[in-house]
């Protein structure tokens, strides 16, 4: 597998340490900063009242050891490892917070928060896990009660105007990443689900929305051109995958790696880094309702139902010409381990898409063993495609 010199990955790849410094300039210049964990958090809000939203390091085993003196062993490693960033504080992001952004989506997390509340200031979202109007009139009051804490925490006003300016950005850059991601619907995908992972990754970490939003914009004119011209590290019989279930990111990424190194290729990401990512706030009379609505409606686990994902996953598979789904799920993550029973009934109903599911957490112990499985799930969709 040859893979081409694409300039601006290789300047998005050092990205993460690039912005750390940036982010300890901003400090210095007074710049207010909140660290977020989930695609929950309403990031214009943070944007309008002036401050820099930031993703916050979770997804790497090494500080895992060090959470597991607190937290379960059998608890969920994106949580440990967020958990032990904190406490190590060798995550930067955590560490120039001013504020942390947090929601209740699953047990494990709810009660991590308490423990990172009394490291730093933190606000606690009480998010609805249904999707009906009573929990977006809910949800719409948690918005308010957000507003008001950012407002005095940062002695700022939080006016329409600066709302609906930091909506625009806000759905800039999710254009950006739909499209970035749509690149990957051409057969043969133009670069490697590893890269784009790292690109997705990366990029979360930015202390400069538009200077991102240019960066994603310019890789994606840059895989374009590669495309038109036939240039991919596969060819048109590589198998496609797409990856469904649980966040995944630089560190914990050893399935990627495996099915790529095995002869696939990852064209799609579903996850609450990728695909999940892209819908924008419409607009209405009401742009705190438009925005609670965007977020309310985003198709996680923890909804309960959670028929969205399901229709979006049969979207994805159509569009990016799927020959697979492999429903990812970290070991003490009950809700999307429960939920996969529905997304492969779903996915495989009249002889449908091939289905694999694998439960796993952050370390190599089970590397061979996957190998294994994924190997033979690969053959068995090159064999359905006459390969």
């Known amino acids: 597998m040859s893979e081409p010199c694409i300039p601006t990955l290789l300047e998005i790849n050092a990205l993460r340490e690039r912005n750390a410094i940036a982010l300890k300039v901003a400090k210095d210049h007074g710049r207010k900063v909140v660290g ?23 997804t790497s085993p ?8 607190v937290l379960p062993r059998t608890l969920c490693p994106l949580i440990k490892s967020s958990y032990g960033f ?40 009480q998010l609805p896990q249904v999707q009906d109007e009573a929990a977006l009139e809910y949800w719409i009051l948690e918005l308010k009660r957000l507003i008001r804490r950012l407002e005095q925490e940062f002695s700022v006003q939080i006016t329409p105007e600066r709302l609906a300016s930091a909506v ?24 490697t689900g590893i890269d784009l992972l790292t690109v997705l ?12 939003i240019g960066l994603v914009n310019r ?4 895989l374009t051109e590669l495309a038109e011209r036939g ?60 925005i609670a609505e965007k977020y309310l409606h985003i198709p996680c686990s923890c909804m309960s139902p959670n028929h969205g994902r399901l229709s979006l996953l049969e979207r994805l598979v159509d569009e990016f010409q799927v020959d697979g789904v492999i429903d990812l799920t970290w070991q003490g993550c009950h809700t999307y381990n429960v939920e996969s029973l529905s997304v492969k009934h779903h996915l495989q109903q009249g002889g449908g898409t091939p289905f694999l599911q694998i439960e796993t957490d952050y370390s190599e112990s089970d590397t061979e063993q996957l ?14 495609l006459g390969g």
């Open 36 to 58: 977020t964990y989930c695609l929950f958090s309403p990031v214009e809000l943070i944007v309008a009242a002036g401050a820099i939203p930031v993703s916050l390091c979770g």
């Open 62 to 69: 090494t500080p895992i050891p060090a959470a597991e003196k």
């Open 86 to 125: 904190a406490l190590t504080d060798t995550c930067p992001f955590f560490h120039f917070s001013d504020l942390l952004l947090a929601e209740t989506t699953c047990d494990g997390k709810k009660k991590m928060y308490e423990l990172l509340g009394q490291m730093k200031p933190l606000h606690l979202m």
């Open 168 to 191: 625009m950005l806000l759905n800039e850059e999710r254009r950006s990443l739909k499209a970035l991601q749509d690149v990957m619907k051409r057969k043969p995908a133009p670069i």
């Open 201 to 212: 990754h990366n990029r979360g970490f930015t202390v400069d929305k538009r200077e991102a």
């Open 219 to 222: 890789l994606t004119a840059e």
């Open 231 to 290: 240039v991919s590290p596969f060819d048109s019989t590589t198998p496609r995958i797409l990856l469904t279930g649980v966040p995944v990111g630089v560190g914990s990424d050893k399935v990627v790696r495996l099915v790529e190194e095995l002869g696939g290729s990852v064209v799609c990401f579903e996850s609450c880094g990728a695909y999940k990512k892209v819908d924008p706030v419409v607009p209405g009379a009401d742009l705190l309702r438009s």
């Open 371 to 384: 190998r294994v499985r994924i190997e033979a799930f690969l053959e068995m969709i090159s064999a359905r």
